[in-house]
């Protein structure tokens, strides 16, 4: 789970963050994560479908950086994926599916290759 950690607070903290600075006004944004967890005495077992972890809306308008508010972002959600595992589900993380940020009324969905680079795309709600 480390590698898939790493890769979470990457994502969070370069990708989403370049998708936020390209935006010109200030806004408000939300992310969503997508995991595949599998059961820890019956690994061929997975979690279909995905379950999602939300962090909370946030505006830049805040006094933080925008630095400060993804790495909130980043341990809220990381903390939740936690605390579904330690809540006795029986299950443990096998891989990211993808990380989803609303970005006011545009929705960029960041998919997660393992050992390529990561792509987003844009999609009009």
Request: net charge positive.
């Amino acid at each position: 789970t480390e590698n898939i950690q790493k890769r979470m607070r990457d994502v969070v903290m370069h990708d989403i963050y370049d998708i936020i600075t390209k935006e010109r006004n200030n806004i408000k944004f939300q992310v969503t994560v997508s995991c595949i967890f599998r059961k820890t005495l019956q690994e061929w077992v997975y979690s279909e479908p995905p379950p999602y972890f939300k962090s909370i809306p946030v505006k830049t308008t805040t006094s933080m950086k925008l630095k400060e508010i993804l790495r909130e972002m980043y341990l809220d959600l990381w903390n939740q994926i936690e605390e579904y595992i330690k809540n006795g589900s029986g299950w443990n993380l096998y891989k990211l599916c993808n990380i989803d940020v609303q970005v006011s009324s545009k929705l960029y969905m960041i998919m997660i290759y393992h050992h390529k680079k990561t792509k987003y795309q844009l999609t009009h709600m």
